[in-house]
């Protein structure tokens, strides 16, 4: 199947800093990419559709202002959680559509201290 | 908007035995059903899907059923392995929605020997 890579793998950071976390279709061209957070223990919820170009479109009760997404090729999207705080601590997921079937990356871990 | 309930939420069997883990949806209109495993820490990995227009779908020891009538599916894991233990996710694809999928909640499959 298609190769999608994220990276960082992890990130620690202290509370009002900014993390950028990157997603890469290997092996295709995505116009499509998505965003998701997972809790421990719990399911992938979905934050954001990335398309290449143009804006993305964030779920309900998803900050735009605080999850920014910028899909700038057909290869690379990436996630910008600014002033992170503990509560933004999770498993961060991206995945990309290759002929109709949906990848998903290996995730990010972000800790906020 | 579409919802998905997975069951059973644990699942424990004997190595050699069968699995089945069962998902059903909400919205008819929904024509993309994927499967996913998730070991601890990774990404999900895509181990099957089936799309509205096919009732089966079988890849070695993992077979997917889909009745759009129920509006439910299925996963069949025969033969099971301690390698098979970890969560697996059913997920639905809601028609015209750019490709998103919204997620079960998830069974956790632990396969003794």
């Known amino acids: 199947g298609a190769v999608v890579s994220q990276h960082p793998s992890w990130v620690i950071c202290k509370s009002g800093t900014s993390v950028k976390i990157e997603c890469r279709s290997l092996d295709f061209q995505a116009t499509t990419m998505f965003w998701y957070r997972q809790f421990p223990k719990q399911s992938l919820m979905l934050m954001a559709t990335?398309?290449?170009?143009?804006?993305?479109?964030?779920e309900q009760g998803v900050e735009k202002d605080k999850f920014l997404i910028n899909h700038a090729s057909l290869t690379l999207s990436t996630l910008t959680v600014t002033s992170a705080h503990p509560e933004d601590s999770s498993f961060y997921i991206c995945s990309a559509r290759d002929r109709g079937s949906q990848y998903f990356g290996p995730g990010t871990r972000l800790t906020v201290l | 908007g579409e919802n998905v309930e997975q069951h059973p939420s644990t699942l424990s069997v004997q190595e050699g035995d069968s699995a089945v883990i069962k998902c059903t949806y909400s919205?008819?209109?929904?024509?993309?059903f994927p499967w996913y495993k998730q070991e601890l820490g990774k990404g999900p990995q895509l181990i099957i899907d089936?799309?509205?227009?096919?009732g089966e779908k079988k890849d070695q020891r993992i077979a997917v059923t889909l009745n759009k009538t129920a509006k439910h599916f299925s996963l069949h894991i025969t033969e099971t392995q301690p390698e098979d233990s970890a969560v697996y996710f059913c997920a639905a694809s809601p028609y015209n929605q750019g490709g998103k999928l919204i997620f079960g909640q998830g069974t956790e499959l632990s396969v003794k020997p």
């Open positions: 990335s398309n290449e170009g143009s804006k993305a479109t964030y």
């Open positions: 919205d008819s209109a929904s024509n993309y």
């Open positions: 089936i799309r509205s227009n096919v």
